[in-house]
């Protein structure tokens, strides 16, 4: 950038350009006054001198010859530096300081001269003009005079004394002024650098202020309109940094509302594509599909959603639809769209709300309801059919009678288990059952555990092997809850094993986690049931679960005891045959 092209240069040039017109409309101003000022004074100084010569005259009188009067107008002219010219009465030349004798004759008659006639008329003359004679401006002055021989004493002085006293004035103006131009430059240059220092650090703050930066100014901008267009500046951008910040904090708790909502949320524009998304609607929705800019249809590929936010968008308020996504029919989500009516940005907003768990908790309701309702009316069933008979009018022999109270007995005992395990199960879901950790020895407590199980596992001849590691040989934990955990595991074993087998109680140290397993030589698992193996009243073989008594409930109370205690549970098959429960649990 030029020196003229910036603030700073035009802003030298414009103020030098001000300062330099208006001094020498000043010098102009005074040269003109100065220059008539000293023509006045040489007119007053030469009407003096000319009364004088005329004083002289009538107090000094010739013979009247032409040529006394000649040498008196050159003692005259001597003393008054002036051309000194005495007129007859009839206009004739008769002395000149400027002119010898002889040439007097030559001279025109000077009667009609405009000086002479006005000195003859008003008793003073003066005029200025060019003289053929000597061929120069001069000025004239004219006094008519008592004399017998010279009616009309007249003084000229050339203009050009009066042009050179001028021009000496005139040198010492333009050196003045010369000399205020050089500091009217400098002013200006110094005028032009505070200017645009102070421009650069307004622009410095707006550059700071456009990089995000909004604390205040170091230096007050001053108290002139520069220094208000700074504050203005500075309170706008401060201003628009506050509400920037309050729009950033807004925006962020928006995202955080969105990134925390398990409801999928997608909004679109008036065209109809998408300009946010949460990320729960990016787990519902194909990623790749989801993205800014996309029409909404090609994001949700569903004709029935297509035709709800078309609604939406013609600012209807459509009702919900459950629908089930072509790629996962397992899922239920329940969708439902309004329209955005923000100011100059009218769209839409569509809500996906899976349902899947909610539909998964009812069924599992409805299903416990039902197991529990077969379990139960099973039992009382036998009871009262046992207890009719013993109750008939021909009532059963005694031996008879005694089996049918056995069967009474266990029945009501079935029921007792069955509701002390749903009592448990109830109390772990919700939370209530403390837990107290220390230091467990797993022999011991494995050994515990085949000790409760020893009468079953007589009665079909199984055995139990245990395999613990040493690094595995504690671990902190309720040792009570554990214990319950690994007799449930353990007596399901021995109920789905086969006799004369061998059932496996392991541990072994993985990382910072200790491995618990249970291992039997059954039938296994069918895969198609291990996802669902620790469900309440989830049986594989639902005809040997009853005839074995137990209740459906086990392996949920198992989980649940697992997970209270940091844990997991899961169920396998082994590759040799036989099911395999592994339980992890943190070494501390």
Avoid: C
């Avoid at 005694?402 to 509701?419: D, G, K, N, P, T």
């Avoid at 109390?427 to 009468?455: C, K, N, Y």
């Amino acid at each position: 950038m030029t020196l003229f092209g910036s603030l700073r240069g035009r802003t030298l040039l414009a103020v030098f350009s001000v300062a330099a017109a208006a001094l020498v409309l000043v010098a102009v101003l005074i040269a003109v006054p100065i220059r008539a000022q000293l023509l006045r004074a040489i007119e007053r100084s030469l009407v003096a001198e000319t009364r004088l010569a005329a004083a002289l005259l009538r107090e000094h009188h010739t013979d009247g010859s032409v040529g006394a009067l000649d040498q008196e107008a050159d003692q005259i002219g001597v003393f008054t530096s002036a051309r000194v010219t005495l007129i007859a009465a009839d206009g004739r030349v008769v002395g000149d300081s400027s002119e010898d004798l002889s040439a007097l004759a030559t001279l025109d008659n000077h009667r009609a001269r405009p000086e002479v006639l006005a000195a003859r008329r008003t008793g003073l003359g003066v005029e200025r003009r060019f003289s053929a004679t000597l061929g120069t401006n001069l000025l004239y002055v004219a006094i008519p005079v008592e004399h017998p021989h010279v009616a009309t004493v007249r003084l000229a002085l050339p203009l050009t004394d009066v042009d050179e006293q001028f021009k000496a004035v005139r040198r010492s103006l333009l050196l003045a002024l010369a000399a205020a131009l050089g500091s009217a430059l400098g002013l200006a240059w110094l005028s032009s650098v505070l200017l645009a220092r102070r421009v650069d650090t307004i622009a410095a703050v707006a550059r700071r202020y456009a990089a995000g930066d909004f604390s205040a100014p170091a230096r007050d901008p001053g108290g002139d309109e520069l220094g208000t267009v700074a504050r203005v500046l500075d309170d706008t951008a401060r201003e628009l940094g506050r509400r920037m910040t309050e729009l950033s904090q807004d925006r962020a708790r928006m995202e955080a509302i969105l990134a925390g909502m398990l409801e999928g949320v997608i909004v679109v524009n008036a065209q109809g594509r998408v300009v946010l998304a949460n990320e729960a609607a990016r787990r519902m929705v194909r990623p790749d599909r989801l993205a800014p800019g996309q029409h909404y249809v090609e994001v949700v590929r569903h004709p029935d959603i297509g035709a709800m936010l078309g609604r939406a968008l013609n600012g209807q308020t459509p009702e919900g639809l459950e629908f089930s996504p072509p790629r996962d029919p397992n899922r239920t989500i329940v969708a439902r769209a309004a329209p955005l009516t923000t100011e100059g940005a009218p769209g839409a907003v569509l809500v996906l709300h899976d349902i899947t768990d909610l539909r998964h908790a009812d069924r599992m309701r409805r299903d416990f309801v039902a197991n529990v309702s077969h379990e139960l009316r099973t039992p009382l069933t036998a009871i009262q059919g046992y207890v009719e008979a013993l109750q008939d009018e021909d009532p059963p022999e005694a031996e008879e009678a005694a089996r049918f109270l056995e069967i009474i007995a266990r029945q009501a005992s079935r029921m007792e288990r069955l509701v002390r395990d749903l009592l448990r199960l109830a109390r772990l879901e919700a939370g209530h059952e403390p837990v107290d950790p220390a230091e467990t020895d797993l022999d011991s407590l494995f050994a515990d555990v085949v000790m409760e199980l020893e009468g079953a596992l007589e009665a079909k001849n199984q055995r139990v092997v245990t395999a613990v590691d040493a690094p595995a040989a504690t671990l902190f934990v309720d040792g009570l809850k554990l214990h319950d955990a690994l007799r449930n595991l353990v007596e399901n074993a021995v109920a789905y094993a086969p006799p004369s087998t061998t059932i496996t109680l392991g541990a072994r140290r993985s990382d910072d986690r200790v491995v618990l397993t249970v291992s039997d030589e059954g039938p296994g698992i069918p895969d198609a049931d291990l996802a669902r193996i620790f469900e309440r009243f989830y049986r594989v073989d639902k005809a040997r679960s009853r005839e074995s008594g137990g209740t459906g409930l086990g392996l949920s109370i198992v989980k649940h005891l697992v997970e209270i205690l940091g844990g997991e549970v899961k169920a396998a098959n082994r590759p040799s045959g036989g099911a395999e429960f592994s339980i992890t649990l943190p070494a501390r």
